[in-house]
């Protein structure tokens, strides 16, 4: 969806409002539904990514790899798919750390991997990015738990956590599956920035292998 289109409906929405609460009440109603469907479009999980959706992230940092990333995205995604993992959708996306820094094209680049096997898992996706840092390559991936809109739209009332809710709503095979389908993805970042390394006579063996969250993936 155009970042302009979301900025109007919130706009116009707004401006109903304001004239609404002297006019009338239709119109504050109205201004209303034009915010909220402006807020639920931003949160739409193609192409925002909450800091507060974050359940278990990893990140290393390669000396003199500037220029790799894209070296690491083809090589992960490549080791993904050999995996013959099932039913894991794998895409590039353009994503931002929030409605209002995102309106304003502020956005990075993520493979996006999602195990569409089960409707419980579908919410949670890993977001694996390479990015310059200066004369260094930054990698890392994120596990998120990214709810349908009008949960998203719930989520931004304080004290509401729908990630925390989500994790205890897994069965056993439900996490069973979310940690395999992780750890793939993980030790696919893994052999590509050791390939990297390897190329500039550098030694992996220093890098820390284990994800910091929930899952503690090694």
Known sequence: MPKAFIVALVVIGLL?????????????????????????????????LRKEQILDTWTALIGNAQGKSNEIFQETEALIKNSQAPSLKIEMKSISPGIVRGLFGVERE????????????????????ARDYGNNLDVSWYLTYRPPVLQAIASLLPFVSMAS???????????????????????????????VMFSLNQDPSKIDRKSRGFLGIS
């Open 110 to 129: 993520f493979l996006v991997v999602t195990d569409e096997a089960r409707s419980k898992l579908e919410p949670y996706k890993i977001f694996l990015n």
């Open 165 to 195: 809710e989500a994790i205890n709503d897994l069965d056993i095979f439900d996490q069973q599956d979310l940690r395999a389908y992780v750890t793939v993805a993980h030790h696919s970042l893994l052999k590509s920035v050791e390939k």
């Open 16 to 48: 109903f409002f304001l004239i609404g609460m002297v006019f009338s009440r239709l119109l504050l109603v109205i201004g209303i539904l034009f915010i909220v469907a402006g807020l639920a479009i931003g949160l739409c999980p193609d192409g925002i």
